[in-house]
């Protein structure tokens, strides 16, 4: 059996039309089975033009299967809806809302996957909407996806397979999730957050990242609001000389996270992490690279809502090329669209604004902690 690390290509995309397009040509080339899981499908004009690529693919006999969040899609249009189903597209919602008593909610499925006749894959943080790709009035959010072929899109096939019949999905074998490739090859692996099913794999590998980088850390995070320990690790990797660097959103879509973030400026900026903050456009990206030689790309935010809450999906790549490339990407995002965070604007900040940003900064993280409360796991049986 090859290992299913295995991969022919690898390329990393970027969010707007190069992306779509991309996707748009994956649907119009499959000959056999389709798999769309998002967040977010809206019916939009983005939207309304992948739904007709996969009426189209149904056509010509293609297995189509849509999985999307309950809530994240709750907003779909009955009449997408049906022209989906009435054209024989399998499509299910992910964990729907049911107002009962006691009230509970089930975990999301924040992941964004696709996968195409289990040969090529597409896994990164990017929702279908217009607001992912952009138009002449408006610049798209900055997000990162990543385009795979080969073997390892049957792992992912599979996945995708396990998540629509609301089944188990399969454990990696611990000397994967922990071992290091040989040197001189290159690896791509999957990596899946989902506390109900005691997978932990990316923000162990965060954890991992940061603990042992020698030479540099870029962190790209759309909703950076860790647990302390992070914060610490990110502290620690700059007092030993690790040039630390977060870009963050200089602009955002969640009420009042601009000013909780904020609360976590001093203590990072003391240890020397330097933070950017990303002006063109709202920052939705997570992603990592460490030394130039490692990076993760997915859906995976720094925050408690993906940690204890929902089912995410990244993918490490161990590969200098690629790292490096990607680096030397973010790099010139630093350069071009962002504006360093100055120590002396929050090392010496107001005791109001400081009181101001803590008290934000505490509402977000028990607001998440309640609902974590509200969470059981919703597994379901698959259906006899």
Avoid at 76 to 93: C, I, W, Y
Avoid at 224 to 240: D, E, I, Q, T
Avoid at 250 to 275: E, I, N
Wanted: glycine fraction near 6%; proline fraction near 4%.
């Amino acid at each position: 059996m090859p290992n299913t690390s295995d991969f022919k290509s690898i390329e990393i995309l970027q969010g707007g039309e190069g992306y779509f397009q991309r996707l748009l040509w994956l649907i119009e080339s499959a000959r056999e089975v389709i798999h769309l899981q998002y967040y977010i499908l809206s019916d939009d004009p983005s939207g309304r033009e992948i739904q007709q690529a996969l009426l189209n693919a149904r056509s010509r006999g293609v297995e189509v299967n849509v999985l999307l969040d309950g809530v994240g899609s709750m907003n779909l249009s009955r009449r997408f809806r049906k022209g989906l189903v009435d054209a024989g597209v399998t499509l299910r919602f992910f964990s729907p809302v049911k107002f009962s008593i006691p009230f509970r909610t089930g975990r999301r499925l924040h992941l964004k996957l696709a996968v195409f006749d289990r040969s090529f894959a597409l896994v990164g943080g990017l929702n279908i909407a217009e607001r992912y790709r952009g138009n002449a009035e408006e610049p798209p959010w900055l997000d990162f996806a990543v385009l795979i072929e080969g073997d390892i899109c049957g792992e992912l096939a599979e996945l995708a397979a396990s998540l629509l019949a609301k089944r188990p999905y399969p454990k990696i074998p611990i000397k994967r999730l922990l071992g290091k490739p040989p040197l001189g090859r290159q690896k791509v692996e999957v990596r899946l957050n989902d506390v109900f099913q005691g997978r932990r794999e990316i923000r162990r590998g965060y954890n991992r990242a940061i603990s042992s980088a020698r030479k540099s850390l870029t962190v790209v995070a759309s909703y950076f609001l860790p647990k302390r320990r992070m914060v610490k690790l990110l502290c620690k990797a700059a007092s030993r000389g690790v040039e630390v660097r977060l870009i963050l959103p200089g602009q955002s879509d969640v009420l009042f996270y601009g000013t909780a973030v904020k609360y976590l400026y001093p203590m990072l900026l003391k240890s020397g992490v330097r933070l950017f903050e990303y002006q063109p456009a709202v920052l939705h990206a997570k992603a990592v690279v460490a030394d130039d030689k490692w990076c993760s790309i997915g859906s995976f935010n720094l925050n408690d809502l993906s940690e204890l809450l929902s089912i995410e999906l990244n993918i490490e790549i161990f590969d200098e090329n690629v790292a490096c490339a990607f680096q030397e990407r973010l790099d010139e995002i630093m350069q071009r669209d962002c504006l360093e965070a100055r120590a002396e604007d929050y090392l010496k900040a107001s005791t109001f604004s400081r009181f101001k940003r803590k008290l934000f900064y505490l509402g977000i993280i028990q607001s998440i902690r309640l609902l974590h409360w509200f969470t059981e796991d919703n597994r379901e049986t698959p259906p006899s």
